[in-house]
Structure formats: C-alpha cells, structure tokens
C-alpha cells in the first residue's frame, strides 16, 4: 500500500501478515498507521516506512493502542522507519504516543513483542509536565521512541501466570528532550510499576 491515508480503525481480534504500507497520513483519535486498536491477535511481518500520524492521545507508529482481552497478542518481526507523530494541533503538547506502539494495555493474558523494530521516529511537541505533583499527573501520559506506556493490570492471584515481554527488539536512537522517570528505560516510556514482575524485556541478539 503506497500512501494510505486509512488504517484499521476499528478493533482488530485476528491476524494481519505480510504488509508494507509506504507514505502513509493518518489522522484520528487514537490510532496507528496499521491498526487504530487492537485487542488481540497476531501482527506479523508488516512494515511502516515514511509515515505521519496525528492524533488525540494512544498514538503508535504501527498500532495506536492495544486494549484488554481474554485472548493472547503476538507482534513479530514487523518494523517502522521514518515516522512522525503528533497532535491533530500541532501547538497541543503529545502524551501517550510510541513509535512502535503508544499505549500497551493487558490483563490475565499473554503479550509477545517479538523482533521488531523502529528507526528515524519523531514525535512533535511531547508533553512536559511542571506541576508540583509531576509524578503523579506523567503516569501514563509517556512518550518513547518504542513503546509508549505499558500497563499490566494482571489479577493478583494469578500474577505468575501472565507476562507481558519484549524480546530481540531494536531501537535505532532514543528520542531527546522528553521526560522520562525511573519507569523510563530503552524500550518503554513508563509501565505500571506494581506489575514489574509481569514485564520481562531481553535485549536484540547480535
């Protein structure tokens, strides 16, 4: 697909394979130049080149935001280069958005992300917050040039049951002069600290 200004916008619960999408613009509010949200599935081998999204808030270079579901979810081997994203105003502060994913959300199921990468991501005007209470007002409202936010909210009885892990994934260059935290690190913006012990990261095999 050359220059798709269309992504899927509603829920993807499926498989989509095998996709190159070049030159894409896409405006909404949440969303990704390949799925708008997806709850759950397998995304394989699809590859975003030369893109820019506008958006609201839960913006990803190749899925906006992934929701809650009782089914798994795999993306593997799928990459994005070259990708600017921002607000649909452009003088709005950005907050949630990835450039891989912007906002991974999970509970009692299993999450794969799984030898991907992103490179040459920009993200236009990230939100800074200078209020007293900055900890506090940041949570879930990170950028990164990977994943935005991640948040594991797994029952608590079963919590050695489900993970969510990153595994082989590579990021060409962090991004500059955007908050981070010590929930920060080279992968994801900020995840829900009380569920550490769910968020299993490997580093690329060389």
């Given at each position: 697909?050359?220059?798709?200004?269309?992504?899927?916008?509603?829920?993807?619960?499926?498989?989509?394979?095998?996709?190159?999408?070049?030159?894409?613009?896409?405006?909404?509010?949440?969303?990704?130049?390949?799925?708008?949200?997806?709850?759950?599935?397998?995304?394989?081998?699809?590859?975003?080149?030369?893109?820019?999204?506008?958006?609201?808030?839960?913006?990803?270079?190749?899925?906006?935001?992934?929701?809650?579901?009782?089914?798994?979810?795999?993306?593997?081997?799928?990459?994005?280069?070259?990708?600017?994203?921002?607000?649909?105003?452009?003088?709005?502060?950005?907050?949630?958005?990835?450039?891989?994913?912007?906002?991974?959300?999970?509970?009692?199921?299993?999450?794969?992300?799984?030898?991907?990468?992103?490179?040459?991501?920009?993200?236009?005007?990230?939100?800074?917050?200078?209020?007293?209470?900055?900890?506090?007002?940041?949570?879930?409202?990170?950028?990164?040039?990977?994943?935005?936010?991640?948040?594991?909210?797994?029952?608590?009885d079963i919590y050695d049951s489900y993970s969510v892990t990153l595994r082989n994934n590579q990021v060409d260059k962090q991004?500059?002069?955007?908050?981070?935290?010590?929930?920060?690190?080279?992968?994801?913006?900020?995840?829900?600290g009380d569920y550490l012990s769910l968020i299993h990261i490997s580093e690329p095999t060389r």
């Amino acid at each position: 697909l050359v220059g798709s200004e269309m992504c899927i916008r509603d829920r993807l619960n499926g498989t989509v394979k095998n996709l190159i999408i070049n030159g894409a613009t896409v405006k909404c509010l949440r969303g990704g130049v390949l799925v708008g949200r997806m709850d759950a599935g397998l995304v394989e081998n699809c590859h975003i080149k030369n893109a820019t999204v506008s958006s609201e808030q839960k913006i990803g270079g190749l899925v906006g935001f992934v929701n809650y579901s009782s089914k798994d979810l795999t993306i593997r081997g799928c990459s994005v280069s070259t990708a600017t994203l921002g607000k649909l105003d452009s003088k709005e502060e950005a907050y949630q958005m990835g450039g891989f994913i912007g906002y991974l959300q999970s509970a009692n199921r299993n999450v794969l992300i799984e030898n991907n990468s992103v490179s040459g991501i920009v993200i236009n005007n990230v939100y800074n917050s200078t209020e007293p209470d900055r900890i506090h007002i940041m949570e879930q409202a990170y950028c990164h040039a990977f994943i935005g936010n991640v948040v594991n909210v797994s029952d608590t009885d079963i919590y050695d049951s489900y993970s969510v892990t990153l595994r082989n994934n590579q990021v060409d260059k962090q991004l500059s002069g955007i908050p981070t935290c010590d929930r920060t690190n080279d992968y994801i913006g900020w995840w829900a600290g009380d569920y550490l012990s769910l968020i299993h990261i490997s580093e690329p095999t060389r």
